[in-house]
């Protein structure tokens, strides 16, 4: 297996852009986290997916974002408009069950608004 | 609020032991502990879970006392590429998962 997959590795916009990030899981895996990592607030739970359901997004920051799930295979994370303050590297990762897991995260996306 | 409570960060030289210390206060019965290593630009990496006691893998070992309100990852024999962001990681009674602000560990020559 490839591991998750995530796309674009790095993303540079302007402020007020429309940015949409990628993520492939791992096949198999019935959970789907994404996760922001910045300096000042480290790693962030942002939403989770079980069998491509939303299940806590109490960690979004605020209505600019969404993130859907179509299928299993595929999730996207958006920001729109984008500010400044999104810049951060944005993880993708998967895991078979919640309790007793493992995550596998991807390589992260690098998003920068200027 | 913060579920985990870790050094922000630790040196050690090469092939020295180092162990981590996380508090974790308000960890729920069924709750496990698990531990991750992120490199620079990388994601995280699992590296070992725990429920009680001493669990002990290729990589590390976890030691949780009896209480579980805290747990200490023990890495025997560092070297450099050790370096990392260590992170502590449990489930809450929500099943939130919270993530503590992670234990930078510099590996020194």
């Known amino acids: 297996d490839a591991g998750v997959i995530q796309s674009p590795r790095h993303e540079v916009t302007e402020m007020g852009q429309e940015v949409t990030l990628r993520c492939k899981p791992i096949s198999g895996h019935d959970y789907l986290f994404w996760y922001r990592q910045t300096m000042m607030r480290g790693l962030e739970l942002l939403i989770y997916?079980?069998?491509?359901?939303?299940?806590?997004d109490s960690g979004m920051p605020e209505d600019r974002f969404s993130a859907k799930m179509p299928n299993a295979s595929f999730s996207t994370l958006k920001i729109q408009p984008s500010e400044p303050r999104d810049s951060a590297v944005y993880f993708c990762?998967?895991?078979?069950?919640?309790?007793?897991?493992?995550?596998?995260f991807g390589p992260g996306t690098r998003l920068t608004v200027t | 609020l913060a579920k985990t409570t870790q050094p922000i960060s630790m040196d050690s030289y090469e092939g020295q032991e180092v162990n981590i210390t996380c508090s974790h206060n308000?960890?729920?019965?069924?709750?496990?502990i698990t531990w991750y290593q992120q490199f620079p630009s990388q994601g995280p990496r699992f590296i070992i879970q725990g429920y009680k006691t001493k669990v002990t893998n290729e990589v590390a070992s976890l030691f949780i006392p009896a209480d579980r309100k805290s747990s200490t990852l023990s890495l025997p024999r560092v070297s450099l590429s050790d370096t990392a962001v260590y992170y502590c990681l449990v489930m809450n009674r929500d099943d939130k998962i919270i993530f503590g602000k992670g234990t930078r560990l510099h590996i020194l020559p």
């Open positions: 990762a998967s895991s078979l069950v919640l309790r007793s897991y493992e995550q596998y």
């Open positions: 308000n960890i729920a019965t069924n709750d496990y």
């Open positions: 997916f079980n069998n491509n359901v939303p299940i806590d």
